[in-house]
């Protein structure tokens, strides 16, 4: 199989306040999908119904490994202005082993294509923000050009989001500008990563409408982070506290 996924960071649990299974129902199903590594990336504070600060701030006692899983516990930021200010700073931001950052309506009011633009790529511009979730709802415009270029520059992830995908999703035209999106980083070389989003067990690793994207535009392989651990350090956290460069 040319493209394969050993991985699901952009996953939640009921502490999110919108989805269903516990962190050790997400756990046990990841390892019984047969996953290397599962991140769980509750959204933050400013979403509405979701956990505090504190929730974050005591990650610290969760085991980061279950048998052949190793957890990534972090969260989903919102991206709040044109500035790329997200819900937390230091310290919190520097100590999550992952960290999604995301446009939501309930946080941020869609704007023109330049401010949206520059919401994105400001956000890229904070050193711990690792992976821009769901760049693919078209009730934010983007200069899609703009924002691959500065995934290039920061060394952040660029998220093909497979909830995006679905019919049911209230995002909109996501299958356009994740087409748009992977055709650009395959000209400039910028890696991607499917995440489920996934927001009940039985999607972890549902990466299959990603993968269709990812196979029409012939993606190269080796752009696509999932495949291996490896080809995921650089870009994370944890990772680069612990001695990985870029």
Known sequence: MKYQ???DLHTHTVASGHAYCTLREMARVASDKG?????????APKMPGTCGEFYFHNLKVVPRQHG???LLLGAEMNILDENGTVDFGEPYLGKMDVTVASLHTPCIKPGSRDWNTSCIINAMKNPHINIIGHPDDGRYSLDYEAIVQAAKETHTLLEINNNSLNPRC?????RENDL?????CKKYGV???MGSDAHYYEDILNHSRSLELIEEVDFPEELVANSQKERLYPFINKYLQNGWTL
């Open 170 to 174: 209230f995002r909109q035209n996501a």
């Open 5 to 7: 996924s050993v991985m």
């Open 191 to 193: 890696s991607v990563i």
């Open 180 to 184: 748009t999106m992977l055709r650009l």
């Open 68 to 70: 052949n899983l190793e």
């Open 35 to 43: 996953l290397e590594l599962l991140g769980i990336t509750e959204h």
